[in-house]
């Protein structure tokens, strides 16, 4: 990539240019992306109306509740599902190799360039989250919130969720300065970070102890707290604190990378410089 291309008033192309990349490295990915989704979605909802079946309500969900949650939980954690170790392009891949030193050297950032790159993985995965979405909508599985307020709600604890969830995949990615390899580290974060996110089943069906650790942790804002305003089993009138405290983690986080990608420039040496 040319230096003229990552001119600042330019750089912000990356986020577009990127996705296309992928598509058209590996088009069969374009078409197997959206039918995995409904395919889970799809499961999900077979699933969740067997637990209800004879039921009315479980956990003080009702079944059209656990079916939403279920849904929109799937859909918001893929937003960010671009798998970048299929393409090599990934930061720990490129720490490995040697050549993360291509990102110092760029006229922009690193944390920046990363930025771009993660917008433009969001922006592709929420595209293929949205037609699903519409999929569920239009056959039934899902509602559409109870209100235009509710549904502007939602959407604002959804950008924080996804910022949060864009921080902490950054912590995860950065810790490559540190350990020889971040796998392990990947595979737990992602297991953890499903768990008390609410993707596996809402959180209220965790135990107690494990909810107030969910609680306390950012995870729960990412996933649980939008998707409960969504089908309102957190009322507005109770949604300021949650929120609240999601912006103090997305501050907190936001502060920590920052200071790690200055502690990892200087780990990073190149011939001549």
């Not at 200087?266 to 011939?271: G, Y």
Request: contains cysteine; hydrophobic residues 55%.
């Amino acid at each position: 990539m040319s230096t003229a291309t990552l001119t600042p008033g330019r750089a912000w192309r990356i986020w577009r240019i990127i996705p296309l990349y992928q598509v058209v490295a590996y088009r069969g990915r374009f078409f197997l992306a959206p039918f995995m989704l409904v395919v889970q979605v799809y499961v999900y909802y077979l699933l969740w109306t067997a637990v209800y079946a004879g039921k009315d309500s479980v956990a003080g969900l009702d079944v059209r509740q656990a079916v939403s949650y279920a849904t929109l939980a799937i859909l918001l954690s893929r937003i960010r599902w671009t798998n970048r170790m299929v393409s090599k392009d990934s930061l720990p891949q490129r720490t490995r190799e040697g050549t993360i030193v291509y990102w110092f050297l760029r006229p922009i950032s690193p944390g920046r360039y990363y930025l771009f790159r993660a917008l433009g993985d969001m922006g592709y995965g929420a595209a293929w989250a949205f037609v699903v979405y519409l999929f569920a909508l239009a056959t039934g599985m899902i509602d559409l919130p109870s209100s235009a307020a509710v549904g502007g709600v939602f959407l604002v604890s959804l950008v924080l969720g996804q910022a949060i969830l864009y921080y902490l995949g950054q912590l995860v990615d950065l810790a490559t300065f540190w350990l020889v390899s971040n796998t392990g580290l990947t595979r737990m974060y992602s297991f953890v970070q499903d768990l008390l996110s609410g993707v596996f089943v809402p959180l209220w069906f965790l135990p107690g102890w494990l909810l107030t650790v969910a609680t306390a942790l950012p995870f729960a804002a990412t996933i649980h707290l939008p998707v409960s305003i969504y089908i309102g089993s957190i009322p507005l009138d109770r949604a300021a604190v949650p929120l609240a405290y999601a912006c103090g983690w997305l501050l907190a986080l936001a502060a920590l990378t920052r200071f790690l990608w200055s502690r990892a420039a200087r780990r990073v040496t190149s011939q001549g410089g």
